[in-house]
């Protein structure tokens, strides 16, 4: 039990172009999901924390506008990086939880931005 | 504010030796702790939590944590290591959202 998937795994992309990263659980509802970003050897950054039905809460230094995040259902929520440059080349990690129990985490979407 | 420090960046043992990675965390409360391991180009996989119950949790592949509130530590460990456990080790605290370490390195030598 306790899967979350991510879509896709690997993703190449032209300089100003956007992503979307898909971010689902897919046997339980998760009413809280999170984003995270993690840079080569290094640990994971929070990025932004989602509740069903209500807009994200973004951790400082965090652009909203640049990281488009929606979680539009209990077992689904996206982020969307916006006109992706070459500094936003980065491994994104999604976790998602039940009523703040315990966070489990998808397999990681590797970003490479052109 | 709450932190985690992983003590070692990176770790070696020798298979079928012991294993323990170190942790220690400060909060002005007593929070949930976690340990999970993310092998290369991966995910997390949660090994195992700790929530005031048990002092001492065991999880998956045969690990084990003990919280220790007096050294507020919360040491990862494992009898015996196998080759399949060289990873990266995260030590986390529940908060608002997860706080983590910095991560150690397991490295597993034949």
């Known amino acids: 039990g306790a899967v979350v998937s991510q879509h896709p795994s690997r993703v190449i992309c032209k300089s100003g172009t956007s992503v979307k990263i898909e971010c689902r659980s897919l046997?339980?509802?998760?009413?809280?999901m999170f984003w995270y970003r993690q840079f080569p050897k290094k640990s994971l950054m929070l990025m932004a924390t989602?509740?069903?039905?209500?807009?994200?809460?973004?951790e400082q230094g965090v652009e909203k506008d640049k990281f488009l995040i929606n979680h539009a259902s209990l077992t689904l929520s996206t982020l969307t990086v916006t006109s992706a440059h070459p500094e936003d080349s980065s491994f994104y990690i999604c976790s998602a939880s039940w009523r703040g129990e315990t966070q489990y985490f998808g397999p990681g979407t590797r970003l490479l931005v052109l | 504010a709450q932190s985690v420090t992983q003590l070692d960046s990176h770790v070696s043992v020798s298979e079928g030796t012991p294993v323990l990675l170190r942790c220690n965390y400060s909060s002005s409360y007593s929070p949930s702790l976690f340990w999970y391991v993310q092998h290369p180009n991966k995910g997390l996989q949660l090994l195992l939590k700790?929530?005031?119950?048990?002092?001492l949790v065991k999880g998956i592949n045969g690990f084990e944590a003990e919280f220790k509130k007096s050294e507020t530590s919360f040491h990862l460990t494992k009898p015996s290591a196998h080759m399949s456990d060289a990873a990266e080790y995260f030590c986390a605290a529940s908060g608002r959202a997860l706080t983590f370490g910095s991560g150690t390195r397991l490295q597993v030598q034949p």
């Open positions: 989602s509740n069903e039905g209500s807009k994200a809460t973004y």
């Open positions: 700790y929530t005031s119950a048990a002092t």
């Open positions: 046997d339980f509802q998760a009413t809280t």
